[in-house]
């Protein structure tokens, strides 16, 4: 008579062919198959992370997701998709990092080619990654509002997630500004106190542990360079020119830009629904990288 273990190892052979070495080698223990288990199962959420992206950006393919190789983060959204995160971490074998880099895509669900370009730099980066930088990327920030059946700049929940970060300890400064200055427009409620969501406290989370050195936060459609924070900001990315747009609280300029010191380019790309050329997209990458060479890495060196 089979024992519950046994059971349980002959379903996992059955379903999984890739835990049948492990099983083989092991049947006894169960923490031989526990790890294959869950790479599997972190895989299938990339998987249907990348398959929804998919469906619904003709920007990037199916197949052009699963090619970052993307891991998922330990939270999920109210409506249970994954958040997902991409590394590009030190290479000490060749240098030093200059500086730890934070990028950060989709905030708001209704502006894809913000999403777009995220998977376009991580090409790059997957090519030519030098340990110039140590990077992470968040491509796609709030899935909630980009993979509903008509995408939307709020999450699930009917908040913007670029008014609910916090406000140095004062938690109806957002509030107050959306019914006095913002006239309760819902497409800028910041929440019921700051970071009320899960995809807001997971970007708090990435920042009090990565400790970046710089954030870049991709939006659309102003055109433009926005900046918050110390040290010189940039002119010009590409074809994309400084004109700053002030700050709001709950927004992520003013909790990591102004409150945390660290200096938050935002990236204003033309248009939501068009991407910019492969030279402009190209172009705004050097340009940035440029940027945070010099005053980032320079910073950090002095």
């Given at each position: 008579m089979l024992t519950r273990q046994h059971r349980i190892s002959l379903f996992l052979l059955l379903i999984t062919p890739t835990l049948s070495l492990a099983i083989e080698q092991d049947s006894n223990s169960i923490a031989s198959i526990i790890k294959p288990m869950v790479g599997v199962a972190q895989q299938n959420q990339v998987n249907n992370t990348c398959l929804s992206i998919g469906r619904k950006l003709?920007?990037?393919?199916?197949?052009?997701?699963?090619?970052?190789?993307?891991?998922?983060?330990?939270?999920?959204?109210?409506?249970?998709?994954?958040?997902?995160?991409?590394?590009?971490?030190?290479?000490?074998?060749?240098?030093q990092p200059q500086a730890k880099i934070l990028v950060l895509g989709g905030i708001h669900g209704d502006e894809y080619s913000s999403v777009t370009i995220m998977f376009k730099w991580?090409?790059?980066?997957?090519?030519?990654?030098?340990?110039?930088?140590?990077?992470?990327?968040?491509?796609?920030?709030?899935?909630?509002?980009?993979?509903?059946?008509?995408?939307?700049?709020?999450?699930?929940?009917?908040?913007?997630?670029?008014?609910?970060?916090?406000?140095?300890?004062?938690?109806?400064?957002?509030?107050?500004?959306?019914?006095?200055?913002?006239?309760?427009?819902?497409?800028?409620?910041?929440?019921?106190?700051?970071?009320?969501?899960?995809?807001?406290?997971?970007?708090?989370?990435?920042?009090?542990?990565?400790?970046?050195?710089?954030?870049?936060?991709?939006?659309?459609?102003?055109?433009?360079?926005?900046?918050?924070?110390?040290?010189?900001?940039?002119?010009?990315?590409?074809?994309?020119?400084?004109?700053?747009?002030g700050t709001y609280p709950g927004s992520l300029g003013n909790y990591a830009g102004l409150h945390q010191n660290i200096p938050v380019v935002t990236i204003e790309l033309p248009y939501a629904g068009i991407m910019p050329s492969d030279q402009e997209v190209l172009r705004i990458w050097v340009d940035m990288v440029r940027w945070l060479r010099k005053n980032i890495s320079e910073k950090n060196n002095n």
């Amino acid at each position: 008579m089979l024992t519950r273990q046994h059971r349980i190892s002959l379903f996992l052979l059955l379903i999984t062919p890739t835990l049948s070495l492990a099983i083989e080698q092991d049947s006894n223990s169960i923490a031989s198959i526990i790890k294959p288990m869950v790479g599997v199962a972190q895989q299938n959420q990339v998987n249907n992370t990348c398959l929804s992206i998919g469906r619904k950006l003709s920007s990037v393919t199916f197949n052009e997701c699963l090619m970052r190789n993307l891991n998922v983060a330990p939270y999920q959204t109210s409506q249970k998709n994954n958040l997902l995160i991409k590394e590009y971490p030190p290479l000490f074998f060749k240098r030093q990092p200059q500086a730890k880099i934070l990028v950060l895509g989709g905030i708001h669900g209704d502006e894809y080619s913000s999403v777009t370009i995220m998977f376009k730099w991580m090409e790059i980066l997957d090519q030519y990654h030098s340990g110039l930088f140590h990077w992470k990327f968040a491509p796609l920030v709030n899935p909630d509002g980009l993979l509903q059946k008509k995408s939307q700049r709020i999450n699930a929940n009917g908040v913007d997630l670029n008014r609910n970060f916090p406000n140095n300890g004062d938690i109806d400064a957002s509030l107050h500004y959306w019914k006095t200055r913002a006239y309760h427009d819902p497409r800028r409620y910041p929440g019921p106190h700051p970071a009320s969501e899960i995809e807001t406290r997971w970007i708090v989370e990435l920042i009090n542990q990565f400790k970046p050195d710089a954030i870049v936060a991709v939006h659309a459609p102003f055109g433009i360079v926005d900046y918050d924070g110390p040290t010189k900001p940039p002119t010009r990315l590409g074809p994309l020119y400084l004109k700053l747009l002030g700050t709001y609280p709950g927004s992520l300029g003013n909790y990591a830009g102004l409150h945390q010191n660290i200096p938050v380019v935002t990236i204003e790309l033309p248009y939501a629904g068009i991407m910019p050329s492969d030279q402009e997209v190209l172009r705004i990458w050097v340009d940035m990288v440029r940027w945070l060479r010099k005053n980032i890495s320079e910073k950090n060196n002095n």
